[in-house]
């Protein structure tokens, strides 16, 4: 079956400029998060959604980051005002299930966004 | 607050010798350790799992060790091959977090060399 997408691949926008990231999770997978990785870095944890209410939204860096989710499934993560320093790989993740047994998070191939 | 060390940062190994990568972590209500394997200009994948209640699991040439007391854990990669050439994440979980805290490693490069 399908994976985990995300749109678009690389997106290249100027400072200034607001971004939406779009993540459509595995079907059925009611969990679905957000990271960031920096280049050579590890992943950033930003956001988690259970369903449509997102119960954590400690990670988001700034008040310029905000994510909704939809119909408990499409994502899409905003980013107002870009600065240089938002210049990452944005990982979105979906699982079955926020259960003891069911921990294993699927990725996404990611968005580039390249801030110049 | 980095609640799992990761070490080494890189790694280069030789094909058909051994790759060792490991872990710390802080918080004892840990109860689900994974590890991520990434290539470039892909998304993390589960590579292998284990939970506290057993010491170590294999998988093919994959094994992870588990040292409860100690907090720590590692992956060992037996006869490395170059398609083994990735980014490798330890991580760490709970159900106290509900699911929605999966703490990873800053990531380790490993080079497996021809």
């Known amino acids: 079956g399908a994976g985990v997408s995300q749109s678009p691949s690389n997106k290249v926008t100027e400072k200034g400029k607001d971004v939406e990231l779009r993540c459509d999770p595995i079907s059925g997978h009611t969990a679905l998060y957000w990271y960031r990785q920096s280049l050579g870095q590890g992943l950033e944890f930003l956001i988690y959604?259970?369903?449509?209410?997102?119960?954590?939204k400690s990670g988001l860096p700034s008040d310029r980051f905000s994510a909704e989710r939809t119909g408990g499934s499409v994502s899409t993560l905003t980013i107002q005002r870009t600065q240089q320093e938002d210049s990452a790989v944005y990982l979105c993740?979906?699982?079955?299930?926020?259960?003891?047994?069911?921990?294993?998070?699927?990725f996404g191939p990611g968005t580039r966004l390249t801030v110049t | 607050q980095q609640q799992v060390k990761q070490s080494p940062q890189s790694l280069i190994v030789q094909k058909g010798g051994i790759s060792i990568i490991n872990c710390a972590y802080e918080n004892t209500a840990f109860d689900y350790f994974p590890w991520y394997q990434q290539f470039p200009g892909k998304g993390p994948a589960l590579l292998i799992a284990i939970r506290p209640d057993v010491s170590e699991k294999k998988e093919g040439r994959f094994t992870i060790s588990f040292n409860k007391s100690a907090k720590q854990f590692s992956l060992h990669i037996m006869d490395s091959q170059p398609g083994d050439s990735a980014t490798y994440f330890c991580?760490?979980?709970?159900?106290?977090?509900?699911?929605?805290?999966?703490?990873f490693g800053a990531g380790t490069r490993l080079t497996v060399k021809p």
């Open positions: 959604f259970q369903g449509n209410s997102a119960p954590d």
């Open positions: 991580a760490a979980t709970t159900a106290e977090y509900n699911n929605n805290d999966m703490r």
């Open positions: 993740a979906s699982s079955l299930a926020s259960t003891r047994d069911t921990y294993e998070q699927y």
